[in-house]
């Protein structure tokens, strides 16, 4: 072999033994990065949880809120249609209670107007043709009975 050959070997060989140095450190500076790295997720996950933990705890109360919201919603809708349910009975039973009150005034107006036909009549009939045991006191008209005081018989 000759010797600028022998040179030129050794100097590929320096030169491949130089860039596997510096391809080692690259690899271990890539595995201490891979490492470095994995070790930071695993930190930051520890750190997280607690927070995802609260954040699922928040978002159940959220949703039980939500459901709670919408029974809510529904039994006010239900309270709402009975509201107007009684409001509609209690509006038939005032247009109910003014008719009858204008049917008792209409029937206490033919009975007080009977009433003052009868005294009208009464007054201008003798005391005689009044059946036996039957007349006016003291000139009044037919009223309410009179109340007996304490102590007079009934």
């Given at each position: 072999?000759?010797?600028?050959?022998?040179?030129?070997?050794?100097?590929?060989?320096?030169?491949?033994?130089?860039?596997?140095?510096?391809?080692?450190?690259?690899?271990?500076?890539?595995?201490?990065?891979?490492?470095?790295?994995?070790?930071?997720?695993?930190?930051?996950?520890?750190?997280?949880?607690?927070?995802?933990?609260?954040?699922?705890?928040?978002?159940?109360?959220?949703?039980?809120?939500?459901?709670?919201?919408?029974?809510v919603n529904a039994h006010?809708?239900?309270?709402?249609?009975?509201?107007?349910?009684?409001?509609?009975?209690?509006?038939?039973?005032?247009?109910?209670?003014?008719?009858?009150?204008?049917?008792?005034?209409?029937?206490?107006?033919?009975?007080?107007?009977?009433?003052?036909?009868?005294?009208?009549?009464?007054?201008?009939?003798s005391p005689s043709a009044?059946?036996?045991?039957?007349?006016?006191a003291s000139g009044t008209?037919?009223?309410?009975?009179?109340?007996?005081?304490?102590?007079?018989?009934?």
């Amino acid at each position: 072999m000759s010797p600028s050959l022998t040179i030129s070997l050794v100097g590929v060989a320096i030169t491949l033994a130089a860039i596997l140095v510096q391809l080692g450190r690259v690899l271990q500076r890539a595995d201490q990065n891979e490492t470095t790295l994995k070790d930071l997720k695993e930190q930051r996950e520890k750190e997280l949880k607690p927070q995802s933990d609260l954040i699922a705890v928040v978002r159940q109360r959220t949703h039980e809120l939500a459901n709670s919201i919408q029974n809510v919603n529904a039994h006010h809708s239900l309270v709402d249609s009975r509201i107007v349910h009684l409001e509609t009975g209690m509006s038939e039973l005032r247009r109910d209670q003014s008719t009858g009150a204008g049917e008792l005034r209409t029937a206490l107006a033919e009975v007080l107007d009977r009433l003052a036909r009868i005294e009208t009549a009464l007054a201008h009939t003798s005391p005689s043709a009044l059946p036996a045991g039957r007349t006016p006191a003291s000139g009044t008209s037919f009223g309410p009975p009179r109340r007996s005081q304490p102590g007079e018989p009934r």
